[in-house]
């Protein structure tokens, strides 16, 4: 690409000052000024770009909806797979309960994963969250039951009752496919604490 040199001034143009005394037009910077505030300007767009970048890595977020009911559904697993040593006549109901409830507790994993986004490569971002607060109910707030074996057939259709009554009141809140996820989780954990354990 040629290079343009600046055109020679014209003859007979003259302000009437000699040329030793001029100043420059003060509205028309050099090109030295004008490279000056270009490159002030994207180191200072760098350096804010790295500020914002460290403050997002240390942001820490609240707990993704989902995440309590992930955990009442690997707790329900765990539960109906623990209650086989009390009813081995209901092995089959049982299994399908704790095989079914783990389905659950992967789909919701799933779509947490999905809103937290993976990179080109294939590699999750750090996403730091708080704790799931613990409790020994669930409620439409998600709060999580520690995983623990049932002391009867009983206490598991009431635990299937509640993660059922949990997921429902959550579908109410969200929308789309997440709501239709919940409502569906809530129907099959209503049909295992009815038709499977009943």
Known sequence: ??????????????SGIPSDRREPH???PNRRTALRLASGGTV?????GAVVGCDTDDAVYDPDPLAAQ???ARAD????????TLAPQRHAALTA??????A???????EIDRVIGVYGD?????????????????????????PKPPSSIDTLRTQLAGSQQSAADLARSQSGYRAGLLASISAACAAQAVVLLG
């Open 1 to 14: 690409m040629p290079i343009r040199l600046p055109a020679p001034p014209r003859a007979g143009c003259s």
């Open 26 to 28: 003060p509205s028309a």
């Open 44 to 48: 200072g767009a760098l350096l804010l």
């Open 70 to 72: 992930e955990v009442l």
């Open 77 to 84: 697993a765990t539960a109906a797979s623990a209650a086989i």
């Open 97 to 102: 309960i704790a095989t079914e409830r783990a």
């Open 104 to 110: 659950h507790a992967d789909a919701l994993r799933a």
């Open 122 to 146: 294939g590699t999750k971002p750090s996403h730091k969250t708080r704790e799931i607060a613990r409790a020994q109910s669930a409620g439409a707030s998600g709060a999580a039951v520690p």
